[in-house]
């Protein structure tokens, strides 16, 4: 769109005039787009030396990763992309756009060709979902945080807080162990049941030793219910009084004492009789004992001869199988769970073992390339440097292997004494002298401040041997230096030859360009001299109009020319300029080599005449 050339001539001045104000309103829309990333959190927009490609499909793969939408695509964005990576990046937003329910479509070529009228909607759209996504995630990350950090911090209100909490814990806890409500009676199964809700109501608390009164809305429905009942004549006369708060209430009260000769009195334990229970035995008259004495003989008998023993036989038969069964489902269970414990102990250790192996396989790798590594560096380096650290590593060798010989053979002398002490000790024990006991304390102390002045010194030693080797590796041998020096070259090389190619193809394509704009003005000028060369030698008149035209054109094409030759000779002595500062450029870089190599030469002498200077001194 903004990106076409604008055409030449006098003839095209409108198409141009179009052209700016589209570029007008996509610079408008740009700016709006960047404003809008920068309200939503994307600041990265503001950043001047990035281009508007990367400012706006790098706020566009922002919102999208930022709405949480579950997509199976990998819309990784980098900045500088090469063609291809755009091209692939654009087909990825514009196909999860419609997944992400998007109500405006937007194609890869617009967002390559930086089509900002139809990318504007787009962003508008992602940048409210990706602001709607973060204000409702934003409660959870806040919490999320706040539990991550209680994790592993505690405040000192909180400490505070954790310990009346306990206290409290356990105050409210025997306050409800004193204060929970207890179970004074217990309805009968016998008793009739109940149908309506607030009976079971009333009935539930009067077990629980709560006496309350039936609602009011209650006696309300009860008494329009009567009042329904009675016939229009009776209702009219006034008789309310019937329904009076004495009558309700004389009502309840025999409502509560029926739901209480229903209920049986509750004790500490089900099994014990509790003394309100004994009364009511002991106030029941003889008769009516005998009755209910008689009674339950009956349905004794009548139970006894209703069971039948074979019936009774596989009842028991069954249940003892039952019980088998479940306790053979019991024992299973148990060794399962036991196998599978030692499954995933055998699990645990075999991927243990996995994990060793594995270590063991990469340091052995590791060691393999240092290995290498070390023999590449040892075929560059120095002759001189090498044979001084080889012996170095030589000494310390014998050092550490002499160490070891001198432990061993203080561990046997120390037995040796040691048992030498007990022997004289048991001599002197047996001769009742102390006095070569303390001797031999004595030099034994004398002995052992030796040994340890000794380690030491070995100590001492040793650190001064690894100090000196870190000061050894840390300086970087010729041959290193030499190596990077190397790739520093071939790197650059690369770089300036990629660029070189970079600019060739601009080059090119700018040539070819000016080429084809150049052949479509000849194609479209004889194209209009074919179509007006009829009419123009029809008449006199016309064809000098003709031929004025045709002046003038070619006297254009003269001025254009000189104008390219003009140009033309300004590029050749722009590239004389150049060539000539290159020549010198190349001239400071044979001087730059020669200075170095002669530098190489006189450091390699020094190094000589050094070891030369400490051989003689030495």
């Known amino acids: ?363 052995t790798e590791k060691l393999g390339k240092e290995v290498a590594a070390l023999e590449t560096v040892e075929s560059q380096a120095d002759s001189n440097v090498l044979q001084k650290l080889q012996a170095l590593v030589t000494m310390n060798e014998n050092l550490k292997s002499q160490e070891q010989e001198f432990r061993l053979h203080c561990r046997e002398e120390m037995a040796r004494l040691q048992q030498n002490i007990e022997s004289l000790k048991a001599e002197a024990a047996e001769n009742g002298e102390k006095e070569p006991t303390k001797i031999i304390d004595q030099q034994y102390k004398v002995e052992r401040e030796k040994l340890q002045k000794i380690r030491l010194l070995l100590a001492r030693r040793n650190r001064e041997i690894a100090i000196l080797q870190r000061k050894i590796d840390e300086v970087p041998s010729r041959a290193e230096l030499t190596q990077y020096q190397k790739r520093f070259i071939e790197l650059y090389g690369q770089v300036s030859a990629t660029h070189k190619e970079t600019k060739q193809f601009f080059t090119l394509y700018n040539t070819l360009d000016d080429k084809k704009v150049y052949l479509e003005k000849e194609v479209n000028l004889l194209n209009s001299i074919h179509d007006n060369f009829q009419q123009a030698m029809a008449s006199s008149s016309a064809r000098e109009q003709f031929l004025r035209q045709m002046e003038q054109i070619v006297e254009g094409i003269k001025q254009n020319r000189m104008k390219m030759e003009k140009k033309k000779q300004e590029n050749k002595m722009r590239r004389d300029q150049l060539n000539d500062e290159y020549l010198e450029l190349l001239e400071k870089q044979r001087l730059y080599f020669k200075t170095v190599k002669e530098f190489k030469e006189e450091c390699r002498r020094n190094e000589m005449l050094l070891s030369k200077l400490k051989s003689n001194l030495s």
């Open 1 to 363: 769109m903004g990106t076409s050339t604008a055409p030449k001539g006098p003839d095209h001045q409108s198409p141009q005039e179009v052209e700016t104000r589209e570029d007008e309103e996509q610079n408008i829309k740009l700016t709006e787009i960047l404003e809008l990333l920068v309200a939503a959190g994307y600041f990265r927009a503001r950043i001047k030396g990035l281009s508007p490609f990367d400012k706006v499909v790098g706020g566009m793969t922002w919102c999208i990763t930022t709405c949480n939408f579950d997509i199976d695509v990998d819309l990784l964005f980098q900045e500088n992309s090469t063609i291809g990576q755009k091209i692939a990046l654009t087909e990825k937003i514009v196909s999860v756009l419609p997944k992400m329910k998007c109500p405006h479509r937007l194609e890869p070529h617009q967002i390559q060709g930086l089509d900002f009228i139809h990318i504007f909607p787009v962003v508008q759209w992602l940048v409210k979902r990706a602001i709607e996504t973060r204000e409702e995630m934003g409660d959870y990350i806040r919490s999320f945080s706040i539990s991550q950090f209680q994790k592993t911090h505690s405040l000192p209100e909180d400490d505070d807080f954790m310990q009346r909490k306990e206290k409290s814990i356990k105050a409210v806890g025997e306050i409800s162990g004193v204060y929970k409500p207890q179970r004074k009676y217990k309805r009968q199964s016998v008793a009739e049941k109940l149908l309506d809700e607030e009976s079971k109501v009333h009935a539930t608390l009067l077990e629980y030793g709560r006496r309350y009164g039936f609602s009011r809305q209650g006696k309300i429905e009860k008494a329009e219910d009567k009042k329904m009942v009675l016939p229009t004549g009776l209702a009219s006369t006034g008789k309310n009084d019937a329904f009076s708060d004495d009558e309700l209430q004389a009502a309840e009260e025999l409502r509560i004492k029926t739901l209480m000769t229903e209920m049986a009195a509750m004790g500490i334990e089900e099994s014990r009789l509790t003394a309100s229970t004994i009364g009511q035995i002991v106030g029941l008259q003889s008769d009516e004992i005998k009755q209910i004495v008689s009674e339950y003989a009956e349905k004794q008998s009548g139970l006894s001869a209703e069971e039948r023993p074979e019936r009774l036989g596989a009842v028991q038969q069954h249940r003892r199988k039952l019980a088998s069964l479940n306790k053979q489902i019991l024992q299973k269970t148990k060794l399962l769970e036991e196998l599978q414990t030692k499954c995933g102990a055998l699990q645990a250790g075999c991927n243990e073992a996995k994990k060793t192996l594995n270590e063991v396989k990469n340091y």
